[in-house]
């Protein structure tokens, strides 16, 4: 495994936009033998087409909401100091991203405003 670095001008590119950096230690992934600056995934953000239809956006976004107490449990058993999902999920969060967010998406979190995810528990399989 070989980790590169973006170099600056992608990473003041990114800020530009709002989206932070993040160092990963030495020796937190595997042959990591110096830290690494990459982009902030502290938890994870779909992009999508300016052009993608609204519902089908809302759809999506509805998923993440209704179906993140069952991402939540699929990685409950990492240190929390190394889970690739923060957890708990919570959708006032996941609305804030660094770019801006869908016109379906926008709707889907305001009709889902205060959604405790303590009701239904809905999985994918």
Same mark, same amino acid.
């Given at each position: 495994?070989?980790?590169?670095d973006w170099g600056t001008k992608v990473f003041?590119?990114?800020?530009?936009?709002?989206?932070?950096?993040?160092?990963?230690? @030495?020796? !937190?992934?595997?042959?990591?033998e110096q830290p690494l600056t990459t982009l902030?995934? @502290?938890?994870?953000?779909?992009?999508?087409?300016?052009? /993608?239809?609204?519902? %089908? $956006? !809302?759809? $999506?976004?509805?998923?993440? %909401?209704?179906?993140?107490?069952?991402?939540?449990?699929?990685?409950?058993h990492f240190p929390p100091d190394h889970s690739? %999902?923060? !957890?708990?999920?919570?959708?006032? @969060?996941? @609305?804030?991203?660094?770019?801006?967010?869908?016109?379906?998406?926008?709707?889907? !979190?305001?009709?889902?405003?205060? +959604?405790?995810? +303590?009701?239904?528990? /809905?999985?994918?399989?």
């Amino acid at each position: 495994m070989r980790y590169l670095d973006w170099g600056t001008k992608v990473f003041d590119g990114f800020a530009a936009i709002g989206w932070p950096t993040a160092e990963v230690a @030495a020796g !937190y992934l595997p042959d990591l033998e110096q830290p690494l600056t990459t982009l902030n995934f @502290a938890d994870f953000a779909i992009v999508c087409r300016d052009d /993608l239809p609204e519902d %089908v $956006a !809302y759809l $999506a976004t509805w998923c993440m %909401v209704k179906t993140r107490r069952a991402l939540e449990s699929q990685y409950t058993h990492f240190p929390p100091d190394h889970s690739p %999902v923060t !957890y708990p999920v919570d959708p006032v @969060a996941m @609305a804030d991203t660094p770019i801006p967010l869908h016109p379906g998406a926008i709707r889907a !979190y305001a009709d889902l405003a205060g +959604d405790t995810g +303590d009701g239904q528990i /809905l999985i994918w399989s």
